[in-house]
């Protein structure tokens, strides 16, 4: 993939979405036969159209989303997020690829919905983005990993056809039309240190947290007077769930459930209604 080194004015149709060239000297290569082409990690499989809505079914892509499509290709995964109501943006090194976006999106009434870039999707800001889409090679998806983990913000969706992201295993999965169609929740980072304060049917207590995660998979210990308690547990997205051992004290159930911010585990409660369970978290 081409690396990005600045960025030219931004050249919108009148009659369609608007379409930003990012110029790079290092794509701008003809082939034999003179035809231009930007410099590809990846080579262009379109996404049946079936499985395109599947993708967009899993990640629950309604009007208040902003979808990105890295490596966007002729755009039909964009299109049918606006038909949805989404906003979308498509990325593409390829001119070649984004002049067919252009023509697919000529008949349609979603103009003022997408846009679609031509840049390399490793130096595209992810922040906005509500939703990700891949058809990327395993390998392009590793390399795209921390980005992911680090830009997008926790409850953001990455849907992917066919290829996994290395080492993170997703939130869901499931075997469409014989391929894999996959979803991940981006996981709040809630790793560190934790001040407890618990209200049960014994009475008020607090304790110590330590949560150690890897992806959406929690590791940890909640320490309650002079005694450790391992735990495991699970994010997805800001939602918290920690599974702790038998033999709690203060009438303490197994499962707690907690919403994280940057600083706090907040709206703690139990996965037993009938235990009136109440507790919060302060990083420390």
Known sequence: MATVRHSAAAHPHPATAAITFVADPGA?????AGKFHGDRDVPYLPTDQHVVNKMLEMAKVTKGDYLFDLGCGDGRIVITAAKLGARALGIDIDLERLRECHHNLRNTELKNLIEFRRQSFFDIDLRPATVV???LLPAINRRLRPKLLWELRPGTRIIAN???IA???????IDFKHRPVMLWIVPAWVEGNYRCFFQTPAGRFHGQLTLRRQFQFLRGE???GRKIYPLTGRVRGTHVRLDLPPGLPHHLPQKLTAQATPRHLTRGGAEHPERSIIWAAIRQ
């Open 28 to 32: 701008h290569r003809p082939d034999s």
């Open 133 to 135: 889409a891949l058809y």
């Open 162 to 164: 066919q290829f996994e």
């Open 167 to 173: 080492d993170w295993l997703p939130d869901e999965k």
């Open 222 to 224: 909640l320490r309650i």
